[in-house]
């Protein structure tokens, strides 16, 4: 037992108290508050035996494969051609149709998709923008619905956020060059008042590009080092309503999981598969009021399987 008087004005309070509570008394009502704290072993444990990391040593040379020139593909028609030659002699990402008619073999044909999408049906007087926009499936359709419209990419391969190995690769092969979509064949053909503009999603702000009433960006999340920086941008040009559209792993989603896969950006560029429920709160914490989730999908592609699940939230500032 250790006794101590506490002196406070014109009072004093004498205790006895094991040895262990001293330091209590003395921080709590003694006059120095400084007691340093010292923290006990049992607050310390080293795992025991360690945990193995399991980390792949990735082929850059691999990781650029898809942006080589490859001798099957033949050089794009020019604008002289016709409508048909030029529409048939590139690849395209998405399947639209053209007049006449024609229609371009896309990688994706997201027609099927677009009455469960839940685009609003009448967008008159509004101002959308169409991030990642492609060569335009979806910048066309938001115009349709009378939206008036701005369409933006990136302009060059090297934009794109490949894995540190992976870029230096790129550059040493010379395999740079602008990112030319059909977008502008389509925009002609369908006499479209699309505004297409060049900027990076990480670039997105109100002071250069404006707000929009409408926003709709879609498979991007998954191709970007840094997705909640994205959205953040993507956040600071919406004036009311983002239409968000990812890859997510549905089966991530048992109970209220937060998880999400990492796969560094190493095949096609994509970085990260999270649960459904990370991609609602990433949308949040980027600065959005409220997001629900309108469906989940899987649309088949031209190319290899059908790939992921896709989560279209719908976002509100
Ligand atoms: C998988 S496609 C999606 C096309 C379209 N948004 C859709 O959902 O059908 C990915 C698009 O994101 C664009 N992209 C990739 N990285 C980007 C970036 N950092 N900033 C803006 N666009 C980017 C690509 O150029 C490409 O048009």
Redesign the pocket.
């Known amino acids: 037992m250790a006794r101590r008087t506490f002196r406070r004005g014109g009072f004093a309070v004498t205790f006895e108290a094991p040895i262990g509570v001293r330091s209590y008394l003395r921080q709590h009502f003694g006059r120095s508050k400084r007691t340093p704290f010292i923290m006990p072993a049992e607050m310390l444990t080293i795992i025991q035996p360690t945990p193995t990391p399991h980390v792949k040593h990735r082929d850059p040379m691999a990781a650029v494969a898809p942006w080589r020139p490859r001798a099957d593909v033949p050089t794009p028609a020019d604008a002289t051609a016709t409508l048909e030659e030029q529409v048939k002699s590139r690849y395209w ?2 399947t639209i149709e053209l007049p006449g008619g024609i229609v371009t073999e896309g990688e ?1 044909d ?1 027609r099927p998709l677009v009455p469960h999408y839940g685009l609003p049906e009448d967008l008159t007087g509004k101002s959308a923008l ?5 060569d335009g ?2 910048a066309f359709e938001l115009e349709r619905r009378g939206a008036q419209v701005t369409s ?3 302009g060059r391969i090297s ?3 490949f894995p540190y190995a992976a870029r230096r690769q790129l550059e040493t092969e010379g395999l740079d060059r602008p ?1 030319v ?1 059909g977008f502008d064949i389509a925009r002609r053909a369908l006499d479209s008042k699309v505004q297409r503009i060049t ?4 670039d997105l702000n109100p002071a250069d590009h404006g707000t929009y009433d409408f926003v ?5 999340m998954l ?2 080092e840094s997705p909640t920086r ?1 959205l953040r941008a993507v956040r600071s040009v919406t004036g009311d309503t983002a239409h968000i ?1 990812d890859a997510c792993r549905v089966d991530f989603d048992e109970g209220e999981s937060q998880a999400v896969e990492y796969l560094g950006g190493w095949e096609v ?1 994509v970085w990260w598969l999270p649960s459904l429920s990370t991609l609602a709160q990433m949308v949040l914490d980027a600065g959005f009021r409220s997001v629900r989730l309108h469906a989940v999908y899987v649309l088949g592609r031209k190319y290899g399987d059908g790939g992921y699940h896709r989560a279209i939230l719908v976002a509100n500032v």
Request: glycine share 0%; aromatic share 22%; hydrophobic share 50%.
């Open positions: 990402y998405h994706f997201h169409d991030v990642a926009s492609f499936f979806w933006v990419d990136v934009s794109y956020d990112h979509p900027s990076n999603i990480y709709h960006v879609a498979d991007v191709h970007l994205a559209v560029i």
